[in-house]
């Protein structure tokens, strides 16, 4: 117990690319309008949502879930990422990567599940229109939010745990911009290969199963769509639909080619450029995908910002 205690090092070095010092400005630049844009984006939907009542729906009662997870989620990391960046010594506490972990993980967790969740209530809205109040009444809106909460923060103390049990041995520089489970899992200094199986596992539970039923939902909403008569409940049908596909791909698709690959030396900075697009990238594009494709998002904050221009004058 005593070694593995003394592995444990007070702080982390991330590496990030110091091996190619060129890209730390326009690294620097891309993360900070990313930032900018996202923490933006998010709470002027959060913001919206809120404060129109003809919003108060099922779909943008989770729109709202997926914003605030958008918005804690790139806080967690990029803060740190840019504070590094401007530094000669890119270095994190180990508290501080401690809580980069979990909060990382239990936020990424969670909106694998509220995805699919997002789904399914797109899903009972068009293929079962006449019974969608029924279905998605307040109270399961309300229980199936938290129970994608519940789930990704269960996930993260568990993997988490799993993660900052492994010995050290003194190692202490992440290849990374900030601590990842598979990141943290190279540092260690005995076999890990059982990690690596319960990580393949969880990602199984929190991926692919999601993605699964997401694409099943969606064949469903395509078969439902397809019948619809008019050409304009069609294009609206698909435009409400299409917003959530794209944010459902960019999320999914970089999530699982970085946790379901087998690892490779080849892939390194593939898996961290995955890692940005996933982390930092996807929060940024969410809000403006979802205002600039939906028409009632866009009129809402026509009203919001005419409302704000009354008060004013």
Not at 202 to 221: E, H, M
Request: with cysteine; net charge positive.
């Amino acid at each position: 117990m005593n070694w593995v205690n003394k592995s444990v090092p007070q702080e982390f070095i991330l590496l990030g690319f110091t091996d190619q010092p060129w890209l730390e400005i326009p690294l620097f630049v891309m993360f900070l309008f990313s930032y900018i844009l996202t923490i933006f984006g998010n709470l002027t939907i959060i913001l919206v949502l809120h404060l129109d009542f003809k919003l108060h729906t099922p779909m943008y009662f989770f729109l709202s879930n997926l914003s605030l997870l958008d918005l804690c989620y790139t806080t967690s990391t990029v803060p740190q990422m840019l504070v590094n960046i401007c530094n000669t010594r890119k270095v994190i506490s180990y508290g501080g990567c401690v809580a980069q972990l979990f909060i990382f993980l239990a936020l990424g967790s969670t909106e694998c599940l509220l995805l699919a969740i997002m789904s399914f209530d797109r899903f009972v809205a068009i293929c079962r229109p006449l019974h969608y109040s029924i279905v998605m009444h307040q109270r399961l809106c309300l229980q199936l939010a938290a129970a994608s909460w519940i789930s990704g923060f269960s996930n993260s103390v568990l993997q988490s745990t799993w993660t900052l049990k492994m010995p050290l041995c003194g190692h202490k520089e992440v290849d990374h911009f900030f601590c990842e489970v598979p990141a943290l899992l190279k540092l260690s200094c005995v076999e890990t290969t059982a990690n690596e199986a319960e990580l393949f596992f969880i990602s199984v539970l929190f991926l692919l199963i999601p993605v699964t039923l997401v694409l099943i939902s969606y064949a469903f909403i395509v078969q439902a769509v397809l019948r619809i008569q008019s050409a304009e409940g069609r294009r609206k049908a698909f435009g409400t639909c299409g917003s959530h596909l794209i944010v459902v791909s960019l999320f999914y698709g970089t999530a699982i080619s970085m946790y379901l690959q087998p690892p490779s030396p080849r892939s390194k900075d593939r898996g961290k450029m995955v890692s940005l697009f996933y982390g930092i990238i996807a929060p940024m594009l969410n809000p403006l995908i979802y205002t600039l494709r939906n028409k009632e998002v866009k009129e809402a904050f026509k009203r919001l910002v005419a409302r704000v221009f009354l008060i004013k004058k």
